[in-house]
């Protein structure tokens, strides 16, 4: 897509940004984001997102009452769409999950390992803080070694901080203005974070398919 004189009015601050420009505006416009956690959690990323020119933003499994009170992001920007949906759709670029509640975490479980094939980020939010971020077919939360299904701790102190930390890399890969060809994990002690490569199956390496979401693809392919 081609943007608009009011399109480059309205990002202009992005723009002008070094290793962004319009294409990169572009592709947000074009992109395709599902969004798993309770509204507490999910509300300022998606102000953020929406704000930046997300094109499509998909709430999983969020409640009437949720979608209600999350109704107003809507109107922060008429380039964006918000939907909803049951479970994750196919055809996403990319699956974010915030982790701070028992709902959240069984909805990225059911998540994990299905045949889309965009990049995902799982955000915990209890102790210690983390952030996996797993490119487009190279593993799910599964099968990359980081605990990111075990049973929830006692929240992080630096919850909104990490939150808000992993919208920010959310949105440069969907920008395009850095590559994830490996599946990295971002630890946090307090607000300082480090960040070392994550294995799938045991074994760090480029666009290394897991076996579950390879079975699951391999299950949905047309006979």
């Known amino acids: 897509m081609t943007l608009s004189d009011r399109q480059i009015e309205r990002y202009s601050r992005q723009i002008i940004v070094p290793g ?3 294409a990169a505006q572009e592709r947000l416009l074009a992109s395709r984001l599902a969004i798993i956690g309770n509204s507490r959690d999910i509300e300022p990323a998606l102000s953020y997102f929406a704000g930046a020119g997300v094109g499509c933003l998909t709430l999983v499994g969020l409640g009437a009452a949720a979608e209600e009170r ?13 939907a909803h949906a049951a479970s994750v759709p196919a055809g996403i670029d990319m699956l974010i999950a915030f982790v701070g509640d028992a709902e959240s975490l069984s909805a990225l479980e059911a998540a ?11 955000v915990r939010l209890d102790s210690p803080a ?22 929830l701790q006692a929240r992080a102190e630096h919850a909104e901080v990490v939150a808000m930390v992993a919208a920010v890399e959310a949105l440069k890969l969907l920008a395009g ?3 994830a060809a490996v599946a990295a994990l971002i630890e946090f002690a307090g607000p300082a974070a480090s960040t070392r490569p994550l294995p799938v199956n ?22």
């Open 130 to 151: 983390r952030i996996a971020i797993i490119p487009a077919d190279a593993g799910c939360p599964r099968c990359v070694g980081a605990a990111l299904l075990d049973p």
């Open 202 to 223: 045991g074994v760090v390496a480029e666009a290394r398919a897991c076996g579950c979401r390879s079975a699951a693809q391999e299950a949905a392919a047309p006979r």
């Open 177 to 179: 203005v850095t590559d």
């Open 70 to 82: 999350l109704a107003r992001i809507r109107d922060l920007n008429p380039d964006v769409t918000l």
């Open 20 to 22: 962004f420009g319009g």
């Open 112 to 122: 994990a390992g299905r045949t889309h094939s965009g990049a995902i980020i799982v």
